[in-house]
């Protein structure tokens, strides 16, 4: 049963995480994007 209860701490942090994931992942798909494009232009 204490595994069950130390599992509850996990799944209640996931809300706490999931707007820094999120705002990572912008991040890095802009970031990626703008590259993309600048290796275009020099051609």
Not at 20 to 38: E, G, K, P, T, Y
Request: aromatic share 10%.
């Amino acid at each position: 049963m204490s595994y069950l209860a130390s599992d509850v701490g996990v799944w209640m942090a996931l809300p706490a995480f999931l707007p820094a994931l999120l705002v990572v992942a912008v991040v890095v798909f802009i970031a990626r994007r703008d590259r993309r494009s600048d290796d275009d232009e020099i051609d």
